[in-house]
C-alpha cells in the first residue's frame, strides 16, 4: 500500500466520523463494481446521499473540488445505478451527490452537499 492510499483511507475515516457528526447513518463503505466506485453511501433524514471522498495536500494538479471530474461523476453514477439495482429497498428514496473535501487530513473538510446531479 502506498503513502498516498493510506492518506487516502485516513481521509475516507476522517470523511466518515465527520458524516456520522452531522447525523448521517452509514450504509455503506467503497462500494465497488464493475465501472465504478462510491466511497460513502449514507442516509441524511429520507436522502441516501453518495459521497466522494477527496484529498490534495498538493494543489500544483487541482482542487480536490475540480478533482470529481466529469468522467469520475459518471463513475460514481454508474456505480450508485448499480447500488440501487442490488439493493431495491433503497430505489425509491431520494438521491443526493456530496463531496467531502480535504485540503490537509489535520484541517475540517469541506463539505459540498448536492455537488453534481444525477
Excluded at 483511507?9 to 463503505?29: D, H, I, R, Y
Excluded at 464493475?34 to 477527496?54: H, N, S
Amino acid at each position: 500500500m502506498t503513502l498516498s492510499n493510506v492518506a487516502g483511507n485516513l481521509a475516507e475515516q476522517q470523511a466518515l466520523v465527520f458524516l456520522q457528526q452531522q447525523g448521517l447513518v452509514c450504509v455503506a463503505q467503497n462500494f465497488r463494481c464493475k465501472g465504478g466506485e462510491i466511497d460513502i453511501i449514507a442516509f441524511e433524514q429520507d436522502t441516501l446521499v453518495f459521497v466522494e471522498v477527496r484529498l490534495r495536500q498538493n494543489k500544483s494538479y487541482a482542487s480536490a473540488a475540480e478533482s470529481i471530474t466529469k468522467t469520475k461523476q459518471r463513475r460514481i453514477l454508474h456505480a450508485a445505478q448499480f447500488f440501487l439495482m442490488t439493493h431495491p429497498r433503497y430505489q425509491h428514496c431520494n438521491l443526493r451527490f456530496d463531496g467531502v473535501l480535504f485540503t490537509h487530513l489535520n484541517h475540517p473538510p469541506e463539505w459540498i452537499k448536492a455537488a453534481f446531479d444525477a
